[in-house]
Each structure stands twice: as C-alpha cells, then as structure tokens.
C-alpha cells in the first residue's frame, strides 16, 4: 500500500466516524424548526420545489443529457483521480456560487428559479466526477450509485447510517436491483425530495429576499457544492479501494 493509500484510509475513517454519528440535540431541534417552515410556505411553493426535484433526478436517471458522448477514459491512479476531482469541485462551486448571486440579487421569483437550476448544476458534477474515477455513467446502476450520493449528502441524520451502509457495500446492494426496465419504481420520492428540501429550504428562503438573497444565494450554492463534492469524492474514493482489495491489489 502506498503513502498516498494510507493517507486516503485514514481520512475515509474519520469521514465514516461523522456520517455515522448519531443524531444530535441540534438535528432534533431543527428537524422540528423545518417542519414548522414547511406549514408556512404556500402550497404553490411546495408543488413547484417538489415537482421540479422530482423531474430533473428523474430525467438525470432516464436521459443522457450528462452523458459524455466519448468512451470513459482508462482508469487514472486514486492520486490522479482525486486531482481530478478536486478541480470539478472548485470549478462547480465557482458555477453554483455566481448562479445562486444571480439569483438571489432579483429576489423571490427569480430564487424559485434556482432550484432546478442548481440541481442541474449538481447532477452535471456527479456525472463529471464518476468519469474522472472511470466509472461509465452509460450504465444505470451507476446512475444509481451517483443517485445514492445525492442522497447520502442531503439526507436527515436520521438516515445517513443506513444510506452509507449501501453505498459501502455497493457489490452487494446492486445485487437486489431489479432490471434496468424496472429500477426507477423502487425510488422513494417521497423521502428523497423531503430530504432534500429540508436540507436546503431554510437557506433558500433566505435566498429569496432581493438584495440580501444575492450574498445568501453565492455562499449557500458554494457551501451545497462544497458539501456534494467531499461526499462524492469519498464515496468514489471508497469503492475504489474496495475493489482494489477485492483484487488483492491493495497490500498491507
């Protein structure tokens, strides 16, 4: 094993040792504050955020508008393929954070706006970064796995244990999926547009207010990227060594 790989190991083990945390004072608390906000925001609200969830990680899964047209390239060392990875994450949230002041700067119509765009913005660079650790995207159970991180970033405390460990044991979760004809009905919408939704609405609102909304809007998007790209680049990170040791090409 590399210098390199034991550096990767020692940082995937702390990252573990976070995601699985129990849920604190703090996430109880707010989980109560985000149900309140959800009852004030009109109903017009609620469809619109939901409808436009839905619609593009649906459309993500199904089209091949994030598709690359060329063959995935050949595998790259995790020391390159994390290089790699980094400049996607700097170049995205530099993406996210001008879209999210553009936004915000024209207040509440615009702000409404933003979600679909940055769910775009965030499906493009999960696309992106499976490439880059040259995994063919082609493949719906990798759209899957990419679908699994979107997840595993934005979920509740209260569901992140279960979400890693799927992602963690990957060779066997895909094991259960059905056929590529059928996957797409085994999706809980329901959970994953709440999920996301309460990660981000109170932000968002903020987001919505003209002027102030421009500031909030930047750092908000920057931040939502940030978090998306720790979490992809961990996971892919992770599955790649496993399949390193599963080929006994990772030695002590």
Excluded at 82 to 104: F, M, N, P
Excluded at 147 to 171: G, H, M, V
């Amino acid at each position: 094993m590399s210098k390199y790989e034991r550096q990767v190991l020692a940082e995937l083990s702390h990252w573990e040792t976070e995601i699985n945390k129990n849920p604190s004072l703090w996430d109880r608390s707010a989980k109560k504050l985000q149900n309140r906000i959800n009852d004030l925001l009109p109903e017009k609200v609620h469809q619109m955020i939901t409808k436009s969830i839905k619609g593009m990680v649906h459309g993500t899964l199904i089209g091949s508008e994030y598709i690359s047209k060329k063959q995935p390239p050949a595998p790259l060392s995790l020391k390159e393929s994390d290089q790699a990875a980094d400049a996607l994450i700097t170049a995205y949230r530099r993406t996210a954070a001008v879209e999210g002041a553009g936004t915000g700067a024209a207040g509440f119509l615009l702000g409404l706006a933003d979600f679909p765009i940055l769910l775009g913005i965030k499906m493009k660079f999960l696309f992106d970064t499976a490439g880059v650790y040259g995994y063919d995207v082609k493949d719906y159970r990798e759209r899957l796995y990419i679908l699994y991180i979107f997840q595993l970033t934005y979920s509740s405390p209260f569901k992140r244990k279960e979400l890693f460990e799927k992602i963690a044991n990957w060779d066997r979760t895909i094991t259960d999926f059905p056929t590529e004809q059928l996957y797409l009905q085994n999706i809980d919408w329901q959970s994953l547009q709440q999920d996301y939704r309460d990660h981000i609405d109170l932000v968002k609102m903020l987001q919505m207010v003209p002027g102030f909304g421009a500031l909030v809007g930047a750092f908000a998007n920057f931040r939502f990227l940030d978090e998306l790209g720790k979490t992809a680049k961990n996971c892919f990170r992770l599955r790649t060594l496993n399949q390193l040791k599963q080929k006994g090409w990772l030695n002590e």
